[in-house]
Structures are given as C-alpha cells and as structure tokens.
C-alpha cells in the first residue's frame, strides 16, 4: 500500500503561483511513477503531469506545458507540482497519484489516490 496526502492548494489571484506537495508512505516510493490530476466542478478528472522513477521523465497535458512544474525528491518521498501563471480555468481539486507500471499517464493505471487539495484561482 502506498499513502498518498496533498497540501498546497489554496486561494491564489490570476497569474499568481502555488506549490503543491505530496507525502508518499508505504512501498517503495522510488519506484513509482507519480502523477499528478484534476479534476474542475462538473468535469472529469484529468491528467496535469506525471514523473518516472527512473531518470525522472516528465510528461504534461498540453493545458498546463510551459506553466507547471513536476519533480520529485525520492529521499524524502515527496512529490511536487510547482504552478505558475494561474488562471480560472486551473480551479479544481488537484489528487496526487501513483502507479506501479513503468510509465504511464492513463489514470487507470493509477491505484493510489490522495484526497485531494483544493486550488481556486480568481480574476
């Protein structure tokens, strides 16, 4: 089992940046692919950017490439989502999550979920 818990989210003004976390605990951190989702009122959950454990590649929805930022310290089993350049359209519930293939970004293919921090960006 791996324990997954966001924090970061929060109320930020159009073009503005946050810094998501994640603390993993439980299996071997290192070797997951971790991911990062959201999910807007009334939306389906979507895929924002995800990171190997092996060479750290990195890979980002068109909506969010150039604006945020996907890393990871396997030290400290923390994953981050650093998100500059705000807009409205980013409000949603930002879930951390990982997945035990090699490489994906298919949101089945990830079985551990955190609960969720809520990021709300006004104009």
């Known amino acids: 089992q791996v324990q997954l818990v966001e924090s970061g989210g929060g109320l930020v003004q159009a073009g503005g940046s946050l810094r998501l976390s994640c603390a993993a605990s439980g299996r071997t951190f290192s070797r997951f692919v971790m991911g990062w989702f959201r999910q807007a009122p009334v939306k389906e959950r979507e895929f924002v950017a995800a990171i190997s454990w092996e060479f750290a590649r990195t890979y980002y929805a068109d909506s969010v490439m150039g604006r945020f930022t996907i890393s990871r310290d396997n030290a400290k089993n923390m994953v981050y989502l650093q998100m500059a350049s705000l807009n409205p359209g980013d409000t949603a519930v930002y879930y951390c999550?990982?997945?035990?293939?090699?490489?994906?970004?298919?949101?089945?293919?990830?079985?551990?979920w955190g609960h969720g921090t809520q990021v709300t960006v006004c104009s």
């Open positions: 999550a990982a997945s035990s293939m090699q490489w994906s970004r298919r949101q089945g293919d990830f079985h551990y």
